[in-house]
């Protein structure tokens, strides 16, 4: 048998023995116990897996959301794209309907400036008329100057006579 099987624990020896023994014991039991690399790779491929489906997961939701919020202001935009279209062919009524009255007060401006012209044009006529008149009026006041001057002249000589 060998010497340290058989000196005492006590010695150098039996001590060195003792402590070749428990680190013995000890690498073999973590030799033992340490999984394989099989297992080490099967668990790191279940854990990543793990997290990729948690991470795929929280993307899903996310992305629901998303979508959701998405239809959400679609839809609310669509409801402000049919306001908007409402008020664009209210507004197009309404312009419809000043061209409407603008093409009325149009025909309107051109009657009245048909009247004015013909209302000038009597009046140009009426001026020429007065003028007319007036001018008659100096003529027959003229004559009828003369014709007082000659009866004047006529009651002088006949009170002479």
Excluded: C, W, Y
């Excluded at 020896?13 to 116990?33: D, E, K, P, R």
């Amino acid at each position: 048998m060998p010497e340290e099987i058989t000196s005492p624990l006590t010695s150098p020896g039996g001590l060195a023995a003792l402590l070749t023994a428990l680190g013995l014991g000890g690498v073999l039991s973590a030799l033992i116990n340490r999984p394989s690399r099989r297992a080490v790779n099967a668990m790191a491929a279940k854990d990543e897996a793990t997290g990729e489906a948690a991470v795929i997961a929280s993307l899903t939701n996310a992305f629901t959301g998303t979508t959701a919020s998405l239809r959400e202001e679609i839809e609310r935009m669509q409801e402000t794209l049919n306001e908007f279209r409402q008020r664009v062919a209210e507004a197009e009524a309404e312009v419809r309907a000043v061209l409407a009255r603008e093409a009325v007060k149009d025909r309107m401006i051109a009657d009245q400036r048909g009247q004015l012209e013909i209302a000038h044009n009597d009046v140009v006529r009426l001026r020429g008329e007065r003028e007319a008149a007036l001018d008659r009026a100096a003529l027959f006041e003229s004559e009828n100057r003369r014709l007082k001057a000659v009866i004047a002249a006529q009651t002088r000589i006949g009170g002479q006579s």
